[in-house]
């Protein structure tokens, strides 16, 4: 299998129209998403053998994301099902067209309560590549599952890419940046966008903050001098 993202599927709910907060919104229209599905898609779209591994709710929310997953293209048998939690919801505004609110329904949300146990390991250890976000390791016992999955992953030869997304209303920045910094070391590919960079390097100057974070690359620190 040429990818395997792990992480959140949820249902983004979208603002009837643009110019309001999040409050004043007339109405929502849902979508599907959650960052590593997106990632799961874009690349069965481009063609490549992708798998996705997460947990939704049991009901209407959660069957719908595995059967949109799967008219993508994207394998879904390491999908798992909760019966008492329910599929995450994260309602959006947009008061401007500079700026966005989010508003997350997960307290918690079945994806944050995938355990290791539930990991399809036998597509893990398939994967050419490995892609997870940072949600997932905010609290137990998804923070587990994800370290475990990376770990059998990156010992069957896996890339390991690793999207930051920091979320402000679902984690202080100094957890965020305790986590992240300790992860970085085991990936091979980081994305962060000019928040980010100044979370995990407390400065405003993007090229040197992502000067100090590639050489916690393994690729960096293992090359030849």
């Known amino acids: 299998m040429d990818i395997v993202c792990l992480g959140e599927v949820l249902v983004d709910m979208f603002p009837a129209e643009l110019g309001r907060p999040l409050a004043e919104v007339s109405g929502f229209r849902p979508k599907p ?3 590593p599905a997106n990632v799961a898609v874009a690349a069965a779209r481009l063609g490549a053998e992708s798998g996705f591994i997460g947990k939704v709710g049991d009901d209407a929310f959660g069957h719908h994301l595995a059967s949109v997953l799967e008219a993508e293209g994207v394998e879904v048998s390491g999908m798992c099902y909760d019966q008492e939690a329910r599929t995450g919801l994260a309602f959006i505004a947009m008061p401007d067209v500079n700026t966005y609110d989010i508003l997350f329904y ?30 997932s390791l905010i609290q137990e016992p998804s923070r587990t599952a994800t370290l475990e999955a990376l770990r059998i992953a990156r010992e069957a030869g896996a890339l ?12 202080s920045k100094e957890e965020a940046y305790e986590r992240v910094m300790a992860t970085i070391p085991s990936v091979d590919l980081l994305k962060i966008n000019e928040v980010e960079v100044q979370i995990l390097g407390g400065d405003d100057d993007i090229d040197s903050v992502c000067s100090a974070l590639l050489v916690l690359l393994p690729y960096f620190t293992k090359r030849p001098s």
């Open 106 to 135: 997960r307290n918690p949300g079945a994806d944050m309560r995938l355990r290791a146990d539930e990991l399809d390991r036998e597509m893990l250890q398939r994967a050419r590549a490995f892609h997870f976000g940072a949600l």
């Open 33 to 35: 998403g959650g960052a």
């Open 160 to 171: 390991i890419s690793f999207d930051v997304n920091y979320r402000a209303d679902l984690w």
